[in-house]
């Protein structure tokens, strides 16, 4: 039950981000251009999946776990803002304000079959192993 239900989130996310077209980096890369051409059309997407987040978010941690799981899965790190964290955001802007991709509509675009998505995809996993490798080499020395 836990897998189907993941299968039916996923297809729901997938469906979302198509109807949104922010699987259009044109369209993302639009809405990220606020001196030029902007196109604030994606203001309302964020503002549907912040609406649901502050309707459900409060009701669903006060059960006392979640539908197919035996406990949530919350970050352990607290608030701490740092070097890491800072740096991680700021490659993930860099990259979406460069290409007009982010992980989630990057596999959703997968569905259309574009080249650029395969490369961004590709690229991505690259950087994340070679972050891995270099979190363990920093971590020997």
Same mark, same amino acid.
């Given at each position: 039950?836990?897998?189907?239900?993941?299968?039916?989130?996923?297809?729901?996310?997938?469906?979302?981000?198509? +109807?949104?077209?922010?699987?259009?980096?044109?369209?993302?890369?639009?809405?990220?251009?606020?001196?030029?051409?902007?196109?604030?059309?994606?203001?309302?997407?964020?503002?549907?999946?912040?609406?649901?987040?502050?309707?459900?978010?409060?009701?669903?941690?006060?059960?006392?776990?979640?539908?197919?799981?035996?406990?949530?899965?919350?970050?352990?790190?607290?608030?701490? +803002?740092? #070097?890491?964290?800072?740096?991680?955001?700021?490659?993930?802007? +860099?990259?979406?304000?460069?290409?007009?991709?982010?992980?989630?509509?990057?596999?959703?675009?997968?569905?259309?079959?574009?080249?650029?998505?395969?490369?961004?995809?590709?690229?991505?996993?690259?950087?994340?192993?070679?972050?891995?490798?270099?979190? #363990?080499?920093?971590?020997?020395?």
């Amino acid at each position: 039950m836990k897998n189907i239900s993941s299968l039916i989130c996923g297809f729901l996310f997938g469906l979302g981000l198509a +109807i949104s077209e922010m699987v259009n980096p044109a369209k993302v890369l639009g809405f990220l251009d606020v001196t030029g051409n902007w196109d604030p059309s994606l203001i309302l997407v964020m503002a549907a999946g912040l609406a649901v987040t502050l309707l459900t978010f409060r009701f669903i941690l006060k059960q006392s776990r979640p539908l197919f799981e035996h406990e949530f899965h919350l970050p352990s790190h607290g608030k701490t +803002i740092d #070097r890491q964290l800072m740096t991680g955001a700021t490659i993930f802007g +860099i990259g979406w304000g460069l290409v007009g991709y982010c992980p989630g509509p990057a596999i959703a675009s997968l569905a259309y079959g574009q080249t650029e998505s395969v490369v961004f995809l590709v690229a991505m996993m690259a950087g994340l192993y070679g972050s891995r490798r270099f979190r #363990r080499s920093a971590a020997r020395s």
